[in-house]
T-cell receptor, first 112, second 112 residues
Framework: DAEITQSPRHKITETGRQVTLACHQT?????MFWYRQDLGHGLRLIHYSYGVQDTNKGEVSDGYSVSRSNTEDLPLTLESAASSQTSVYFC???????????FGNGTRLTVT | AQSVTQPDIHITVSEGASLELRCNYSYGATPYLFWYVQSPGQGLQLLLKYFSGDTLVQGIKGFEAEFKRSQSSFNLRKPSVHWSDAAEYFCAVKGGSYIPTFGRGTSLIVHP
């Protein structure tokens, strides 16, 4: 079955370090998204991509970057991790504009 | 612009009782509407979606939702709640873009 895999599931890092969270989907979807989930805020969009070589900023993109070199992967990089980036991160994908999102199981990131 | 409000942060029901979770949206035309469920430590799973047509939508796990244009609402219902329904529920709206906006979520607590 097709799926979205996020790795690692848990990560602890120190302030100032660069961190990359992986997202791999086997749905062959063009659209991919990164969200962060925090208590009281629900899901907030970080970055998204409509296809290879396409990336766009979401509402909370500061301090994050993504790259899309193939259809399957959209890694999320924190250039210099900050404590405010402690959160649960979800990757998602969708086939087209009419389709719902399929979500990965999330990465819990702690920045100390 | 699109937005969605889930007025209830927590809902507590007894097992076997009926359930209604509220969702209000803001969008100029008829949007795409979704309900997702999130179990602890998991990603979001689609319960049901509304694109057009019949305003009463059936989903998985015995859930249904009704689109009411006049009230800008898309409330989720279940006639008899099971203990396994305890989870976080998210309403989402998608307008003219590929990108859904999520509500802040409602936490469902089920008492035996």
């Amino acid at each position: 079955d097709a799926e979205i895999t996020q790795s690692p599931r848990h990560k602890i890092t120190e302030t100032g370090r660069q961190v990359t969270l992986a997202c791999h989907q086997t749905w062959n979807h063009n659209n991919m998204f990164w969200y962060r989930q925090d208590l009281g805020h629900g899901l907030r969009l970080i970055h998204y991509s409509y296809g290879v070589q396409d990336t766009n900023k979401g509402e909370v993109s500061d301090g994050y970057s993504v790259s899309r070199s193939n259809t399957e992967d959209l890694p999320l990089t924190l250039e210099s991790a900050a404590s405010s980036q402690t959160s649960v991160y979800f990757c998602a994908s969708s086939r087209d504009r009419n389709s719902p999102l399929h979500f990965g199981n999330g990465t819990r990131l702690t920045v100390t | 612009a699109q937005s969605v409000t889930q007025p209830d942060i927590h809902i507590t029901v007894s097992e076997g009782a009926s359930l209604e979770l509220r969702c209000n949206y803001s969008y100029g035309a008829t949007p795409y509407l979704f309900w997702y469920v999130q179990s602890p430590g998991q990603g979001l799973q689609l319960l049901l979606k509304y694109f057009s047509g019949d305003t009463l939508v059936q989903g998985i796990k015995g859930f249904e939702a009704e689109f009411k244009r006049s009230q800008s609402s898309f409330n989720l219902r279940k006639p008899s709640v099971h203990w396994s329904d305890a989870a976080e529920y998210f309403c989402a709206v998608k307008g003219g873009s590929y990108i859904p906006t999520f509500g802040r979520g409602t936490s469902l607590i089920v008492h035996p």
